[in-house]
């Protein structure tokens, strides 16, 4: 089965960094892009960027790209999400996601909450 | 980026019914448009990608469907499962986006 295990989440104050970490199992992790996804208190979704499978190569929101940072150990089977200089509006859920076969992002985990705040 | 404009915002439907939820594209995404399911306090579930494809595991009363660039999921014979945040998302084109969502309720 696959499993997506996010972790790291919590409150933090404006302007802190933070690390989440995404730990998988139930597949081989080596094989596949991977992504991080957002999720707002109003339930709005925005796609943070993803990796390739053997992190060489990263893709990101424009908007989010100066302050985010996508990384992986395939070793650990684990996926990062290193966030610096968070503001208020980085409160979020953070979802980490496989990318399939199709292209698209078939299994999620569970979520990991942001809070930023003073 | 590519917009996705999804509607309805809400909806409320009894058990049974039919239940359509589109997304209009700003601009071409070809099939590349998938739906999720999104249930209180879970994470989202892969219904359909391809814009017609159900994944495995999904009743075969979801189905997606195209015209042009709208996209459609419609969900036949409604049960009270089915209540949830339906997503539909791009992934055509960096960067990937997704519709507004639509909470729907059954009745």
């Known amino acids: 089965e696959v499993q997506l295990v996010e972790s790291g989440g919590g409150l933090v104050q404006p302007g802190a960094s933070l690390k989440l970490s995404c730990v998988a199992s139930?597949?081989?992790?080596?094989?596949?892009?991977m992504s991080w996804v957002r999720q707002t208190p109003g339930k709005t979704m925005e796609w943070i960027g993803d990796?390739?499978?053997?992190?060489?190569?990263?893709n990101y929101a424009p908007s989010l790209k100066n302050r985010f940072t996508i990384s992986r150990d395939n070793a650990k089977s684990t996926l990062y999400l290193q966030m610096s200089n968070v503001r208020s509006e980085d409160t979020a859920t953070y979802y980490c996601?496989?990318?399939?076969?199709?292209?698209?992002?078939?299994?999620w985990g569970q979520g990991a909450s942001v809070t930023v705040s003073s | 980026d590519i917009q996705m404009t999804q509607s309805p915002s809400s909806m409320s439907a009894s058990l049974g019914d039919t239940v359509t939820i589109t997304c209009l594209a700003s601009?071409?995404?070809?099939?590349?448009l998938s739906w999720y399911q999104q249930k209180p306090g879970k994470s989202p579930k892969l219904m359909i990608y391809?814009?017609?494809n159900l994944e495995d595991g999904v009743p075969s009363r979801f189905s997606g469907s195209r015209s042009g660039s709208d996209y459609s999921l419609t969900i036949n014979s409604l049960g009270y499962d089915d209540e949830g945040i339906y997503h539909c998302?791009?992934?055509?084109?960096?960067?990937?986006?997704f519709g507004s969502g639509t909470k729907l309720e059954i009745k």
């Open positions: 996601t496989r990318v399939g076969n199709s292209y698209v992002m078939d299994a």
């Open positions: 139930g597949f081989t992790f080596s094989d596949y892009w």
């Open positions: 990796i390739k499978y053997d992190g060489s190569y990263t």
């Open positions: 601009q071409d995404i070809g099939n590349y």
């Open positions: 391809g814009a017609t």
């Open positions: 998302h791009q992934y055509y084109e960096y960067p990937l986006t």
